[in-house]
């Protein structure tokens, strides 16, 4: 990516303390929402974070825009550590980078109409005198498909995919470079996702937004980003090039996300035997690879140590990837039929 | 899949009142299953795929809603509309039963999971406590649940979402029902633990013959599950059929824009299809075809005459005026 | 949940026009509109004593009869709605303003701000209200603004942990977290939108708390502490009626239906605006 750096995230790390067990008296515990993240975005570029309920990428997505709390790591806009950053520097932070959110309603102050809403970013940032801020509200909302005559009404006159337009249409306003869009469409109908799908698409290369595209949904991801990172339990296990990742996946996990989606598809077919289990609690992570209690390719040595995350654009944490320990020539993964029996470990 | 209905659905109309208004929800959908087959029925938020489920149950969720029309066969010959309480609660637990998008809400959270089972198994069937607890442990294991021994005794708040769901399905087989009601039960999983649900409900369909009516809105799941698809707009059925057919060669322009919405269609990039506009609210539904508002093919007709559901081909029906692909044959 | 969901969006109106927010308002305005006219609608000086005409039952010339000073218990009932009015709304007004800063502040901040408000609420409502509350009086001295002073030191922490509840719920909800992303200062977040989500409960709690403040205020003046004699305040009245219960039932009997309507009228009034509004409590 030729792009400049818009974003650098380095090593971030968010724990969350737990109330002790044994009514006070156990060990302090600590819930591990993010391990060691780190994640680059570039000025026009969007990424797609992915993974499944509790991997924690929500969790990473609120951390950088400092809407909560993060252990430890750095978070780089333009070379600029904004992880303890405060007042002014905060408020740059604030000035540069939006938020879309998951629930369309829930986003949006249910008391206050779209003229005023969209009218108080302009004003908090002091984009535009009064006399001007109306002329620029109809051209934000013209710009997200809608039409000024929805100026007056409030939320709860709206449908869920104006909502969500009208989200968008804020986090605009301030004129930011970088935006995190968390689950954005997960809460929209089938034929409305796609409309904000194409409008972020289009927004997006229009401006020149750096993006991170948070979801579960993959087909999604793979429509709307140029990379793709998988997250699981709080670690990034894979991430590069989307179409790369989706055609040959390095990380078993990301290959069995890959063929649970429900496809209408005759070539594609859901596997006769499904990844099985569910991921453990982020609150007893396992040793070693955190996804080995479900692997289909776990070896005993995946118990014991973390696999370092390796590959040049296209990186994987696993030692079977290419370029892992036991995969250093560089071939795709192997197929799901475990090496030999006694290596497979049981699956709870 | 036998050819004999386990269920047909005539005609069933649901309607709202009040404020001294009535607004229909639910406007003549008619179906059936067989022994054995697993329909689908898909359409969006508002489009009463739920809600006819839940008439059909008679299990409506207010009492502002009534049942105005139709009925609902059962293999039998007795229509479930007009089956008294007593016979109804037969009905809804050892012919039908019903799981949910959200288990925790449907399981008692103060009785073990094994206890909830035994004891529906007990209150319909004559048995012992001790054959009971047998059975009610072969369905455990039958659904999936490893170690059936140990977990029958756990509470639900001690189960993951997946297997809240399986245990769910669990509840739902005890009494050994024909027609099991699937309403978005995978839509709250992650994508790979609603993989293993799947397979789930297609083995019980393969091993005890099990009918199942799985609502949705994802036609991906449809494709990877239903023998047969309804797809529901605004409370109408508008394409009912085989589902290879119906999904592969949609004759309702809903349905067509509905498979091209799919993100994973056209090779998966590049702008994603959509269908313009947004659905209409129950009390402001549009003249004539429902769809007609978003359609790209109405013309006068649409909007002034509500097209009838007619066969166009063997075993594909459509309720459009203007089917896809059709008009060519049509007009040789 | 498809359809379900679109009709739970409408909302549903009430059957007739009389509702309970209606008829909770018909009767305050009433009350209001006494107070305001009570020199003109009373047919004599309140505290004008008529020895001629003491204890007498409701008659032509004293509709509601007359007290052992021959004083008329209608015009003492029309001016008293003036003094009980103002008790009901200063009694809540005080502890509502200093309640919702307090907790506010303290469900905003939360941390150790937090934990400074709670105990001094958990010292307040370790004491029995009215016991509290006495003893307040005592140290300032008998009358109205004493009694107002305690009822702001007492009443306040109702309103405090509502509005608290609700900054702890909302302060994460999406909307507020939306509010901190586009960078607006944290008192733009406070009062312009948590406050307006937040405050509903407080003000539907607000008139069933006038309620019990009327009741409380005349309570206090039943013993002595409240409004001084002889001032028509209905809580006055029946202190000073209740040696004639038996013989004289007209002295407490009227000052007493005055009390309970104007508390109905309060009570549905906040029915009413709780339905209107969608609070639960």
Request: glycine residues 10%; aromatic residues 6%; proline residues 6%.
């Amino acid at each position: 990516m030729s792009a400049p750096v818009l974003l650098d995230v380095r090593n971030l790390s968010v724990k969350f303390p737990m109330a002790r067990s044994r009514m006070g008296l156990g060990p302090r515990r600590s819930l591990n929402a993010v391990s060691d993240v780190s994640m680059r975005v570039a000025a026009g570029e969007t990424v797609g974070l992915v993974g499944e309920s509790g991997s924690g990428k929500s969790t990473f997505g609120r951390a950088i825009l400092r809407l909560g709390e993060l252990t430890r790591g750095e978070v780089l806009l333009d070379g600029q550590d904004m992880a303890r950053a405060r007042g002014e520097d905060l408020a740059r932070l604030r000035r540069e980078t939006a938020m879309i959110f998951q629930d369309p309603y829930g986003s949006l102050n249910p008391r206050l109409t779209v003229r005023q809403a969209i009218g108080e970013v302009l004003h908090v940032h002091g984009k535009k005198g009064a006399a001007g801020r109306d002329a620029r509200i109809v051209e934000l909302l013209e710009l997200v498909g809608l039409d000024a005559t929805l100026m007056d009404r409030r939320p709860g006159d709206l449908s869920g995919g104006q909502c969500q337009r009208i989200g968008i249409a804020r986090a605009l306003a301030i004129e930011p470079r970088l935006i995190v869009a968390d689950e954005c469409v997960a809460a929209l109908d089938v034929s409305i996702q796609g409309q904000i799908i194409n409008l972020l698409m289009e927004l997006g290369q229009r401006m020149h937004l750096g993006m991170i595209f948070i979801a579960h949904d993959l087909a999604m991801v793979r429509r709307l980003c140029d990379r793709i990172a998988v997250m699981y339990l709080g670690r990034i296990v894979e991430e590069g090039p989307t179409e790369q990742v989706f055609k040959a996946p390095r990380h078993p996990y990301t290959r069995s996300l890959i063929e649970a989606i429900p496809e209408i598809d005759p070539a594609r077919m859901l596997p006769s035997a499904p990844l099985p289990g569910e991921p453990p609690s982020p609150v007893n992570l396992p040793e070693g690879c955190a996804f080995h209690p479900r692997c289909p390719l776990a070896r005993s040595e995946c118990r014991t140590a973390v696999p370092p995350f390796v590959g040049g654009a296209h990186r994987a944490a696993c030692i079977l990837a290419p370029g892992g320990r036991l995969n250093e020539v560089g071939e795709n993964l192997p197929e799901t039929t475990p090496a030999t029996p006694t290596e497979r470990i049981e699956t709870c | 899949m036998t050819d004999a209905p386990i269920l047909t659905v005539n005609n069933l109309s649901v309607a709202y009142e009040g404020g001294g208004t009535s607004h229909t929800i639910i406007d003549g959908v008619s179906f059936t299953l067989r022994r054995g087959e697993i329909l689908g029925i898909v359409g969006e938020s508002g489009s009463g795929k739920s809600m006819t489920c839940r008439a059909l149950m008679r299990l409506l969720p207010s009492s502002r809603l009534r049942v105005t029309g139709g009925s609902v066969w059962l293999e039998d010959g007795r229509d479930v509309l007009s089956l008294s309480q007593g016979e109804l609660t037969q009905v809804r637990g050892r012919r039908i039963g019903m799981i949910f998008q959200n288990p925790a809400s449907h399981l008692d959270p103060v009785m073990s999971i094994g206890r909830q089972i035994a004891e529906s198994i007990r209150h319909h069937r004559k048995i012992g406590r001790k054959e009971a607890w047998a059975r009610m442990l072969d369905i455990l294991r039958q659904v999936g649940i490893p170690d059936p021994e140990s977990r029958a005794n756990a509470y639900t708040h001690e189960f993951s979402g997946g297997m809240r769901q399986r245990a769910m399905i669990a509840v739902a087989l005890a009494c050994d029902p024909d027609i099991l009601i699937a309403d978005e039960p995978t839509t709250a999983l992650d994508v790979t633990v609603q993989a293993q649900i799947l397979r789930l409900l297609q083995q019980l369909r393969d091993e005890r013959g099990l009918s199942i009516i799985f609502i949705t809105h994802d036609l991906g799941v449809v494709y990877q599950l239903c023998d047969t698809v309804a797809v529901m707009y605004a409370g109408r059925l508008c394409e009912y059929g085989a589902m290879h057919e119906v999904i592969h060669r949609p004759r309702h322009h809903y349905t067509a824009g509905l498979v091209a919405c799919q993100p994973g269609s056209e090779g998966g990039t590049g702008r994603v299809h959509t269908i313009p506009g947004q659905p209409p609210s129950p009390g402001d539904m549009p003249p004539g075809c429902r769809f007609h508002p978003r359609c790209g093919a109405a013309d006068a007709l649409c909007a002034a005459r509500q097209p009838p559901l007619r066969e166009t081909h063997e075993g594909h029906a459509c309720a459009c005026h203007h089917p896809v692909g059709i008009e060519a044959e049509a007009e040789a | 949940m498809s359809g379900t969901r679109a009709i739970s969006a409408r909302r549903i109106r009430w059957p007739g026009t009389v509702t309970p927010l209606v008829l909770g308002a018909a009767i305050l305005l009433t009350w209001l509109l006494i107070a305001l006219f009570a020199p003109l609608l009373a047919p004599y000086d309140p505290i004008y004593q008529d020895a001629a005409v003491r204890l007498q039952p409701p008659s032509w010339a004293h509709p509601l009869g007359t007290d052992n000073f021959g004083r008329d218990i209608l015009s003492r009932v029309i001016w008293a709605a003036r003094i009980d009015l103002q008790i009901a709304v200063f009694g809540v007004v005080f502890p509502f303003v200093i309640g919702t800063v307090a907790g506010s502040i303290s469900g905003f901040f939360g941390g150790w701000v937090d934990t400074i408000f709670m105990r001094v609420i958990d010292v307040v409502l370790a004491f029995p209200f009215l016991v509290l509350m006495l003893a307040i009086i005592t140290i300032t001295g008998p009358g109205l603004g004493s009694f107002y002073i305690a009822m702001a030191l007492v009443g306040w922490v109702s309103y405090a942990r509502l509005i608290r509840a609700q900054f702890l719920v909302l302060k994460n909800s999406d909307f507020a977290m939306a509010a901190v992303s586009l960078g607006y200062s944290n008192s733009r977040v406070m009062f312009r939108h948590i406050m307006p989500n937040a405050i509903l409960s407080s003000v539907v709690f607000s008139m069933s708390d006038a309620v019990l403040v009327l009741l409380n205020g005349a309570a206090i003046s039943y013993l002595g502490l409240g409004v001084q004699p002889p001032v028509a305040e209905w809580g006055i009245m029946i202190a000073e009626g209740q040696g004639f219960i038996t013989s004289a039932w007209w002295i407490t009997t009227f000052p007493g239906i005055a009390i309970v309507t104007l508390a109905m009228g309060f009570s549905l009034l906040a029915d009413g605006l709780g339905e209107a509004l969608g609070v639960r409590e």
